[in-house]
């Protein structure tokens, strides 16, 4: 591995956007900065692989309108040209058919959903994305505030599976208050009524590409292949870094690895610190994408609100950037969340793919296993936090009773759901509390980095 310059005032661990935008926004202000990455690649969840003769995300990604500091670093970053955003069509499969969901008219047409509870619906909707203080709800079940008040049609045929399928055996905890911060970010996408969605020409690639030639560019040392295995302490300071047998010592010390990998590493030192972090507990995601001669539908993304399928939305990735730019090939992603305990954890590739495919046809009858060119299968173990009931009560600060050491990971991005443009104001709020002026950074109605800092 790769020695440490001497001079290096801060060594951030873990090279996904979260590191590297802290290093970015810490190099910007004159420190001298190194990153560690485990993996071979850096970028974490935004990594890419060749298909078509272009690249695709292994988890579907797209922007939002309202993702200020994104479109900040994008610019910063001289790649705003490559930025677009474009009307996505949005559907729900339920009983037996899939229904457009994309505007009020969709609503009326909506026939599992009674017409007092599409009355229901609209308000209550309106109610969590415009009005609703999420501090008012971080007790409240997000479940049964919506049977009650979205009503019951509303919550069956639509909430419920919905949760499920994003939280599995957690559903039931999810507060209110992640609602508030989810419906905040969808509803700011829209625009008299359709929503827009963002994409960079060349996929997310793009972005971590530039930010990599910029990172370098001001001396930045990137150091792949670095997991970091053990913190060494002596009294409240990490004295060094045990990476694959070498040590590596710096001023201060940045963590923006998952959480989960983070605690062991504390339990004999800072028994407490550690208690605190491994209170943030993370769930899995794999996304199926298929490779097709023909395209499955219309819609972009299609919600399956039906017991008994493997996945819980089908992502129509080239109804959103044409079959073109991958040489014709169309594209979908199955995505599925679950927890680390369930079955499909440990289910081979083939299984997955197998069942997946399987199930198609019951949502797409003229989809046929002829259709497919390839079949590619991604599957990460932290894909997001299980933020359940009170969940700021588990959200560890930034600064530490271990002096140089902060942290900064998704574990921060609460009430919002975790996204690539709230780990760059996490990594803002995060430089700040190391004395590294970001006031710079745009901010609009993320409430993310806002607990912990
Ligand atoms: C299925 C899915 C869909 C998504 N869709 C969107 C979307 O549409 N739009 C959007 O904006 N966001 C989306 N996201 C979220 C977005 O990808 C994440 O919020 C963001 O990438 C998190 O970045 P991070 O740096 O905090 O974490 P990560 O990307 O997980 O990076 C952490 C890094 O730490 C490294 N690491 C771990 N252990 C060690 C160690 N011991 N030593 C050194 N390094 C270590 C890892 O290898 C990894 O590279 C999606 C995520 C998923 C999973």
């Known amino acids: 591995m790769e020695a440490l310059r001497e001079d290096t005032d801060l060594v951030i661990v873990g090279g996904g956007i979260t590191g590297l935008a802290s290093a970015y926004l810490a190099a910007k202000a004159g420190k001298k900065v190194a990153v560690l990455e485990a993996g071979e690649r850096f970028g974490g969840l935004l990594n890419t692989f060749e298909i078509g003769g272009n690249k695709l995300e292994f988890y579907y990604h797209h922007f939002f309108m309202h993702d200020a ?11 705003a040209d490559q930025l677009f955003f474009k009307k996505t069509s949005m559907g729900v499969y339920t009983e ?5 969901f994309n505007s009020p008219k969709d609503l009326l047409k909506f026939k599992p959903i009674s017409w007092v ?51 599995g055996p957690f559903a039931n905890q999810v507060p209110l208050a992640w609602m508030v911060g989810r419906m905040r970010q969808r509803m700011g996408s829209r625009k008299g009524g359709d929503e827009r969605l963002g994409y960079l020409t060349g996929s997310l690639d793009t972005l971590l590409q530039a930010l990599l030639k910029a990172l370098a560019d001001m001396n930045v040392q990137l150091i792949n292949n670095a997991r970091v ?16 047998g070498a040590h590596i010592s710096a001023k201060d010390y940045l963590m923006t690895l998952p959480s989960n990998y983070l605690y062991p590493m504390l339990a004999k030192g ?11 507990q993370y769930f899995g995601a794999m996304c199926v994408i298929l490779e097709m001669t023909k395209p499955l539908s219309e819609i972009y993304w299609l919600n399956i609100a039906s017991e008994g399928f493997p996945f819980g939305g089908v992502i129509e990735h080239t109804n959103f950037i044409p079959a073109s730019e991958y040489a014709g090939s169309h594209i979908a992603y199955l995505s599925r969340y679950f927890a680390h305990e369930e079955a499909i954890a440990t289910m081979t590739e083939e299984e997955i793919k197998k069942d997946m495919v399987s199930k198609l046809k019951v949502i797409y009858p003229a989809f046929s296993e002829a259709d497919l060119k390839n079949i590619h299968l991604f599957k990460t173990m932290t894909a997001a936090t299980v933020c359940d009931m009170n969940f700021s009560n588990k959200i560890p600060n930034c600064k530490t009773e271990i002096e140089n050491m902060y942290l900064a990971s998704m574990s921060h991005v609460y009430p919002d759901e975790r996204s690539t443009n709230n780990s760059i104001r996490v990594a803002a709020e995060a430089c700040r509390v190391m004395g590294i002026e970001t006031d710079y950074v ?8 806002k607990i912990g800092f």
Do not use: H
Request: charged share 25%.
């Open 229 to 244: 295995d053990e913190i060494i302490t002596e009294g409240n300071k990490i004295q060094s870094l045990k990476v694959q």
């Open 96 to 100: 037996g058919k899939i229904y457009d």
């Open 69 to 79: 500091e994104l479109n900040w670093l994008i610019k910063d970053l001289g790649i």
């Open 442 to 449: 745009p901010a609009n109605q993320s409430l993310a980095g």
């Open 117 to 167: 509870d599409k009355f229901k619906f609209g308000l209550s909707t309106i109610f969590l994305g415009k009005v609703a203080q999420w501090e008012k709800y971080e007790g409240v079940s997000a479940m049964e505030w919506l049977r009650k008040w979205a009503g019951k049609s509303t919550a069956k045929s639509l909430w419920e599976p919905l949760l499920k399928v994003k939280f």
């Open 270 to 280: 800072f028994p407490a610190l550690s208690q605190q972090i491994s209170r943030v």
